[in-house]
C-alpha cells in the first residue's frame, strides 16, 4: 500500500506546511529507522516565501525546493554534508531573481543548490542564438540567459507518497510555458528509502504544447567540502575528455585530481563522453582524499549521453566547489548544440525521462567498489584525453 | 441602499480573504438568484501570492485578478466557458513577470486573461521609441516593452459595492508610477447585476502627476473554445478594415470568418474602424458556428475609436483564441501612434473614461437580436475592406 | 541591561509581527516619554510582501524597511514630516522592481524613501562600466543599473534592542551577494534614544566573500514639504562647491536657495567638498524659510569625504524633494570614480564603517545653534563654489 499527501495544488488550494508525515502518520511503513518528511516557509531576506520540504529518511537528510523548480538545496548522509557553501547563503525565491542581470548571467544570483536543473529550453552560457536559413539569412534571433527558465519556476502541485516498502516518492510538476513560447511541464521525481544512502531521480518532460519545442538538460549537481578538498579525485568511466577551453587545457594531466580553495582560482571545465554498461547507466565517483566518504552518480546516459566535470576550486568563501553535471549535450549556447546534433526535439505530445541516482559513500569499502564498478566499466582501452577542445565540443 | 465591503486596502491593513459576500450579508438584495462574491490567495507555482475575486451573479460567474491590474482571467455566462485555454495555465504573479526577456515580449509569460488591459503610459509591439524634434535630431530613446505594465500592477485598494437593486460594482485602483516616469492611477471598475448576462467595464485613468503625460489603452478581450470553432464568426459596424500585415492580407476575404484549431497557424490581426450610434457605441459580435451562443460588445468610440481583431486559431495547446481589442489606437510602437494622432496626452490632474459592456449570448434568438444591430448601425454602406495595409494604421 | 528581541531570522524560522515592543515589555526602559516598536507586514499592491518597522520612540516616528535594504521609508520629528511624496506612493516590494528597465533607471520604481543606500557595489547613473588593461583593451564589461542593488535587497535578520538606558537600536543585516560575484554583507544599525530628536546611522560594509570587492556607498536623504518649501535654506561648512553638469551650473549663485514647487524644473546637483571638525564631522543643514523648523546631518568623513546635494523642486505631484547625499564618491559611473580614486576596495575579510546621524530641530534656536556651528567650522575661508563642473568631479 501507498499512502500520499498533497503538499502543494494550486488548483485545490493546498498548500501545507502543517503535517510532518513520519511513522506515525503513516504506522504501516517500516519503522527501522526515524524518518520524516515535512515543508516549511521561509521567510525574510531573499528567501521570503520559498518553500523548502525538508526529508530525512533515516541516514540522507535532503531540502527539497519546489519554488525553485523541484531544485535540491542541500543534504547530507550519514551526517556527511552533500552540499556546498555558495556566497549566496539561502534560498533565493525567484522573484528576486532577474536572468537578464550582469549580461544574461542574473541566474547566479540565486545559484546555491546542491542539484539543480539546467534548462528544459536550453542550458549553457548566455548568449544571442541566431537561426539562419539554408542561405544564411537570420530567421530569428533570441537571447538565451545563464541555464534556462527552469530553476526560478515554481512547482504548482507537489505530491509526497511513501509505502509499505519504506519508499519515498516526491513528485512536482513544474511548467515552463510562455505565449508563443512553448509549454514543456517537467514532473520531476525524487525517490528513496526509508534508511537508505541513495535517492534517485525520475523526471519527466513533455511537450503539452502544439508545437516542436526544443529542449535541453543538465543536471548541476555540486559539492564542496568535506567531500572536496585538496587531494579528492573524481574518476569516470569514458571514452573521451576534452577541455572545455585554453583555462581547462592548462591542467588536462592532472583533470581527475582537486586542489584545497586556491584564492583567484579560474574555473576549469571538462567535457566527458561517459561509457554506458548494459543498463545504459554511466557512473562517475567523487572521493575525497583518504578515499573514505564521496558520492556516486549513476545516470541513464541514454537521455544524459553528456557529461560535465566543472572544477571550481576557488576560495572556500567565493564558492569552493565542483559539478559533475550528466546531461543532454555540453553547456554551450544552443544554436552551437543543434548544429553538433545534443539538442532534442520534442513533438507536440512527445515526452523524454531523465533518470540518475546518488548515493552518499561514507566508508573506504563503499568508495572501493564503486571505483572497482568505474574500472570495469571502463575495460582494457583508456580514456582518450584530449588536450585541447574539441572543435564539436566546444563553442 | 448600497453596501460596501472593503477587500484590499494597503494603507488600512485590509486583506481579506475571509469574507464572503451573499445573500446573507447583504439580505436587502435581489434573491432570485444566487449570488456571491469572495476573494482568495492562490498558493504555489507562478500563482504564489495571486489574490482572485471570484464573483458569481447568478448567471455570469467571473474571476478578477487584483494582482494582476483588476484583469478578469476567465469566466462563464450560464455555464458557457467565457475563457481560452492560454499555455499559461494559472494566473502569474507579476514578481514573476520580466517583461524585458525575450526581446521585450516577457508580458506573454503572464497572459492568459479573458480580459487584459493594455497600457497605460503605452501598449502595443516592443520597441525603441525615439523621440526628434523639428531638426530630427534624437531627444530621447526608450525601450518600450510589449503592452505596457498594468497587466502586472497590483491594486492597492478593491472594494465591492452591492445595491439593493441587485447591482453589483467591483472597484479597484491600481497606480502606474515612477519618480521622473509620471504618476497615473487607473479606477477600473466592474459593474453587473444579479442575475445578468452583462458586465461592464468603466475605467478611469488620471494623471495624478505633475506632468503632462501620454496614454494608450487597449482592452485585449480574449475568447477559445467553446465560442471559438470551426466556423465561428465575427461581425461588427464599421467603416473600414484594414490587414496589420502581409499575413494578415492573405485572407482579407474571410476575415470575419475563424478556423477551427490549426498547428502552425501564424496570427493574423485586422485593424477596424468602427462606426458608433447616437450613443457613441460600437458594437461587435462573436458568434459560435450555429449562432446560438456567442459574446457581444459594446464599446464607447469617444474615447476608444479603434478596434483590432487577433485571429489566433493556432493548435489548442498553443493557446486557440481570438482578441477582441477596442482601444485608443492600434497597436503599433507609441511614436508611431502619436505620428497618426491616437495617442492621448493627459495634462496634469486631467483623466479620461472608457467604457465597454461584454454580453455572453446564449441563444439564437440573443446572437440574431445583436446582429440585427449591428447590421442596422452599418446601414447602407458596406464596410470598405483594404486588402493592403494602411500606411497609416500599421507601423 | 538591555533586552533584545529577534523580529527577522530566516535561519530561526523568526518573523515576528505580534510582539509590541514598549514600555511593558521592558519595564526597566525609561518611561518619560511613549514609545514602541513594532513590525508589520502589509498587503495589497506593489507592498504585497514588505515588511514594515514602526518606531516611535516619544518624539521621533520612524519606519524602516526590512524589505527594502533597511531603507527609512518616512518619519517625523514632534510631529514635523521628515519625508517627500515621491510619485510611487507606497514601499515597492523588490520582488516587483526590475533594475533593468528604462535603460537602467528602474531603481526609480520604487523609490520614495527618506533615506536610502545607494551601493554596495557601485552607485550613480547606470551605465556600461568598461574595464581596460593599460594597453587599453578592454577587460570586462558590466553594465551597471542607477544605484546599486541594496535597496531592493530584504534583510534577513534583524534585532531590536533595548537599554535601561533608553537607547533603542534596530540592526538589519543585509547580503549582497552572488555567485562569481562577491559577497559584501551590510550591518545596518539605527540608534536612537526614547525622547530624542535624532537618529544616528553605523553600517558595516563587510567583505565576507574571498576576493577583493569595490565598493561605493552613498545615502540618499531626502526631504520634502513643509521643511523644504520657497525660500528654504541649505548649509553646509565646505572647501569647495561645484555644479554637476551645465544645467546646476545655470543656478550656482543660489545653489543654497530653494524654490517651490516649480513644474518642469529639471533637476540641480551640486558636489561638495566637505570640512569635517576634529571629530571628522561634517555638517549640512536644511531649515525652513522661517528658519524654524529643519534637519541636521552630522557624518563622518574618513568614509563618507563626497557630499552630493540634489535639488529636485519640480512640481509637488513629481516629487518635490531635496537629497542630501553623504557618499563615499560622487554619483558617476564606477569606472569614473575609480579613475579618481573614489572607489574602495575592500580586501577578503575587510569591512569599512559609515556613521552619520539626523536631527530634527523643531525651533529657531535649535536651527541657529546648528548655523553657528557650521558658521565656525567653515571658519575664515569661504568655500569655492566653481561655476563649471570640475573635470575630475562629474563625468
Not at 141 to 152: D, S, V, W
Not at 233 to 262: S, V
Request: proline content about 6%; aromatic content about 8%.
Amino acid at each position: 500500500m501507498t499512502q500520499s499527501f498533497s503538499l502543494i495544488d494550486v488548483d485545490h488550494g493546498v498548500h501545507d506546511t502543517t503535517t510532518v508525515i513520519a511513522a506515525d502518520t503513516v504506522p504501516s511503513a517500516p519503522a527501522d529507522a526515524e524518518w520524516s518528511i515535512r515543508m516549511v516557509r521561509l521567510h525574510g531576506g531573499l528567501s521570503e516565501g520559498v518553500d523548502v520540504i525538508e526529508l530525512n529518511n533515516g541516514c540522507l537528510k535532503l531540502s527539497l525546493l519546489p519554488t525553485r523548480g523541484m531544485g535540491l538545496w542541500k543534504g547530507s548522509v550519514a551526517g556527511t554534508p552533500l552540499a556546498w557553501n555558495s556566497p549566496v547563503e539561502r534560498p533565493v525565491n525567484p522573484a528576486f531573481v532577474d536572468e537578464m542581470r550582469r549580461g544574461g548571467i542574473g541566474w547566479l544570483d540565486g545559484f546555491n543548490e546542491m542539484l539543480v536543473r539546467c534548462g528544459l529550453g536550453w542550458n549553457g552560457a548566455p548568449g544571442n542564438e541566431i537561426i539562419t536559413d539554408a542561405d544564411g539569412n537570420t530567421v530569428s534571433e533570441q537571447f538565451l540567459p545563464l541555464h534556462g527558465r527552469i530553476a526560478n519556476l515554481p512547482a504548482h502541485k507537489v505530491t509526497v507518497a511513501v509505502s509499505d516498502e519504506g519508499q519515498i516518492t516526491i513528485t512536482g510538476l513544474v511548467d515552463e510555458a510562455s505565449m508563443f513560447g512553448g509549454k514543456l511541464r517537467l514532473t520531476a521525481t525524487l525517490t528513496t528509502w526509508i534508511g537508505s544512502n541513495t535517492f534517485e531521480i525520475h523526471d519527466n518532460v513533455a511537450n503539452i504544447g502544439g508545437s516542436p519545442t526544443d529542449i535541453e538538460m543538465l543536471y548541476h549537481c555540486n559539492f564542496g567540502a568535506p567531500l572536496l578538498e585538496q587531494g579528492a579525485t573524481f574518476q569516470i568511466a569514458a571514452t573521451e575528455i576534452a577541455p572545455r577551453d585554453a583555462r581547462a587545457a592548462e591542467d588536462c594531466d592532472n583533470w581527475t585530481q582537486y586542489l584545497g580553495p586556491t584564492p583567484g582560482y579560474a574555473e576549469q571545465c571538462y567535457f566527458v563522453a561517459p561509457i554506458a554498461g548494459n543498463d545504459n547507466r554511466g557512473l562517475a565517483l567523487l572521493s575525497s582524499a583518504d578515499q573514505a566518504t564521496g558520492v556516486a552518480l549513476r545516470f541513464d546516459t541514454s537521455t544524459l549521453p553528456c557529461f560535465t566535470l566543472w572544477k571550481n576550486t576557488q576560495a572556500t568563501e567565493d564558492g569552493y566547489c565542483t559539478g559533475l553535471e550528466p546531461a543532454t549535450g555540453y553547456p554551450n549556447l544552443r544554436s552551437f548544440e543543434r548544429q553538433h546534433g545534443r539538442v532534442t526535439t520534442l513533438a507536440p505530445g512527445a515526452d523524454i525521462s531523465f533518470e540518475f541516482a546518488i548515493s552518499g559513500c561514507t566508508s573506504a569499502d563503499d568508495i572501493a567498489a564503486v571505483s572497482a564498478e568505474i574500472t570495469a566499466l571502463q575495460g582494457d582501452t583508456p580514456a582518450v584525453v584530449h588536450t585541447v577542445p574539441r572543435a564539436d565540443w566546444s563553442a
